[in-house]
């Protein structure tokens, strides 16, 4: 069950201190538009993403609401507000709209905002919500990279994760992708599924790769509460992911896909190239700008981050009465920040700036360097690059080199 953050209350007319505003632009801080679509054909047991079965809160309006959002950014922003240099829909499953709304609201933040030359724009799809015909007129439209949900090529880790698409329909749909003409084309696959045995994830990667995908993102298993999936860990139905499983699973994630030619970028994504890079969620890590739109959707602007109501009857409500639907909003001190900075950064493959870090700091991750956590060449060469172990414990790191 998706939840929101504390925060405090945000201005009616969602207006942002002058002093975020002074960051748009910059050359180090690339600006993203973010549309989440919250509809999904069902709800899947692990899920706990805002999202909403259509007829429970039907989708009908959803594009005239995602305008009047834009408007409002539009307005906060002014004239300061850059071209868009990544567009992301995601969700929930957004090819539940039709291919003319997508494009609906393509046009609209073109509209609003304009597109930056060679913008990346992204949507996420469920293999069973795309055909060729929809790809078809996505591609027309602008769309330049698509990111399909795989999940798995066991048919019983399928089962247990409530996805119903065939093993093999991901792979079907990467490559009527390829053949619309989609620039990118990305694989998403959670590994450490209750009863997904070595053979099972090894079998996932090798599917996933036949595809011949410019991109794979590889996620652990998260039982989140309050969805079907703990509830049946909690019964007994299901036992609980494994540490040592879930270690295993990555380090054949980067085998398999190292050898194949796709490389780590981020602890969770590998690509072939860096031009394959999802740089919508480069621009996250790197600290850079955008404007979520949508419920439940977040921002950030300048060192303020703010979230939107969850619920989509709520959301077209505040717009519809010119409100911004933002349900808070924080601006996390040096302390924090500190901290996001250094878990960001170690997370991708450039690593963290040495320099960025105290001398006590420095100091420990030179040992983590000597206990095989940290790569010793970077380091010497004024940064913290993790190695696969390294990546495994990535948290651990970052709260000790943030601390």
Same mark, same amino acid.
């Given at each position: 069950m998706a939840r929101l953050p504390d925060g405090e209350r945000p201005p009616a007319d969602g207006a942002l201190p002058a002093a975020a505003l002074r960051s748009l632009g910059a050359p180090e801080r690339p600006f993203g538009v973010y549309v989440h679509v919250p509809y999904c054909a069902s709800v899947c047991g692990y899920c706990d993403y805002n999202t909403y079965i259509p007829g429970e809160a039907a989708p009908a309006g959803f594009a005239p609401a995602v305008e009047a959002e834009l #408007? $409002?950014?539009r307005a906060v922003l002014g004239d300061a507000a850059p071209p868009a240099q990544t567009v992301f829909l995601g969700g929930g499953t957004p090819t539940l709209l039709a291919p003319a709304e997508l494009a609906q609201i393509l046009e609209a933040i073109r509209a609003r905002f304009g597109l930056a030359p060679g913008a990346e724009v992204t949507t996420e799809a469920n293999p069973e919500s795309v055909d060729p015909v929809a790809l078809a007129a996505l591609r027309e439209a602008g769309f330049t990279r698509i990111s399909l949900g795989m999940q798995s090529a066991a048919p019983h880790v399928l089962e247990t994760l409530d996805r119903h698409h065939t093993p093999g329909r991901a792979v079907a749909a990467a490559r009527e992708a390829r053949a619309a003409g989609f620039?990118?084309?990305?694989? #998403? $696959?959670?590994?450490?599924t209750p009863g997904e045995s070595a053979a099972d994830w090894r079998l996932s990667l090798e599917t996933a790769l036949q595809a011949e995908p410019d991109h794979v993102s590889a996620y652990s298993l998260i039982v989140e509460p309050g969805t079907?999936?703990?509830?049946?860990v909690r019964r007994g139905e299901l036992p609980a992911p494994d540490d040592d499983v879930l270690a295993d699973r990555y380090e054949t994630t980067e085998a398999v896909l190292a050898a194949a030619g796709l490389h780590w970028y981020e602890v969770a994504n590998w690509t072939r190239t860096d031009a394959d890079r999802c740089h919508h969620n480069m621009g996250y890590w790197a600290g850079g700008d955008w404007w979520g739109v949508g419920p439940g959707a977040h921002s950030h602007v300048g060192g303020v981050r703010w979230w939107n109501v969850l619920h989509p009857t709520r959301w077209t409500a505040m717009l519809e009465e010119g409100r911004s639907p933002a349900a808070g909003r924080e601006q996390p001190d040096d302390d924090g920040a500190r901290l996001e900075h250094v878990m960001l950064a170690v997370r991708l493959k450039e690593g963290l700036v040495l320099d960025d870090l105290d001398h006590d700091a420095r100091a420990t991750a030179a040992q983590f360097a000597q206990d095989g956590l940290v790569e010793p060449e970077p380091l010497s060469h004024g940064r913290v690059v993790?190695?696969?172990?390294?990546?495994?414990?990535?948290?651990?790191v970052t709260l000790a080199l943030a601390g």
């Open positions: #408007d $409002l950014a620039e990118h084309v990305s694989l #998403d $696959l959670i590994y450490g079907r999936l703990a509830a049946r993790l190695t696969v172990r390294g990546r495994l414990l990535a948290d651990r």
